[in-house]
T-cell receptor
Framework: GQSLEQPSEVTAVEGAIVQINCTYQ??????LSWYQQHDGGAPTFLSY????GLEETGRFSSFLSRSDSYGYLLLQELQMKDSASYFC?????????FGAGTILRVKS | DTAVSQTPKYLVTQMGNDKSIKCEQN?????MYWYKQDSKKFLKIMFS???????INETVPNRFSPKSPDKAHLNLHINSLELGDSAVYFC?????????????FGPGTRLLVL
């Protein structure tokens, strides 16, 4: 089976740095993905980590530690438009299993 | 150009009715998916097709029947709609069936069953 845990809600101020954690339990782990979803919108892909370490894409970075079954999404220089839900997901048997999502609220 | 499109965007219907949702992707991908997102935003896969063949069929009531006439299209037909079917249904596609592939989601169909 598989399960993922991430915080339900995180609040931060504009310009700050925020980290959204994800811990997982799954057999046959291949990699950890992150998706962003704005209210009323569709999930959009942010990043994928198959190997341990940090992947950076602009203001967003994603980290994976396979030995700790843990990853995080790091958002820097927060902007109001970053207010959204963020989902971690693991591959399991040719499908993606999503966490429950973290609502990020960015305040001015 | 819309990569993954769904119709209709909104669907309001009565309990017991039958309805269909259509999805098309113009990305040339081999694999398409249907997801259900409930009111708590939990996103769960329902079905997946690879080159018109069903490869994932989660524990979904058999009132839900997917159909893929070709690899660019995946439709979802729902019989005898129930209140609990109210949700947002997302179609998605990916280049292949590997779970590590980036999935591209359609805009969603908001279904409300009264």
């Amino acid at each position: 089976g598989q399960s993922l845990e991430q915080p339900s809600e995180v609040t931060a101020v504009e310009g700050a740095i925020v980290q959204i954690n994800c811990t997982y339990q799954t057999s046959g782990f291949y990699g950890l993905s992150w998706y962003q979803q704005h209210d009323g919108g569709a999930p959009t892909f942010l990043s994928y980590n198959a190997l341990d370490g940090l992947e950076e894409t602009g203001r967003f970075s994603s980290f994976l530690s396979r030995s700790d079954s843990y990853g995080y999404l790091l958002l820097q220089e927060l902007q109001m438009k970053d207010s959204a839900s963020y989902f971690c997901a693991v591959e399991y048997g040719n499908k993606l299993v999503f966490g429950a999502g973290t609502i990020l609220r960015v305040k001015s | 150009d819309t990569a993954v499109s769904q119709t209709p965007k909104y669907l309001v219907t009565q309990m017991g009715n039958d309805k269909s949702i259509k999805c098309e992707q113009n990305l040339g991908h081999d694999t398409m998916y249907w997801y259900k997102q409930d009111s708590k935003k939990f996103l769960k896969i329902m079905f997946s097709y690879n080159n018109k063949e069903l490869i994932i069929n989660e524990t979904v009531p058999n009132r839900f029947s997917p159909k893929s006439p070709d690899k660019a299209h995946l439709n979802l037909h729902i019989n005898s709609l129930e209140l609990g079917d109210s949700a947002v249904y997302f179609c998605a596609s990916s280049p292949t069936s590997g779970g590590q592939e980036t999935q591209y989601f359609g805009p969603g169909t908001r279904l409300l069953v009264l």
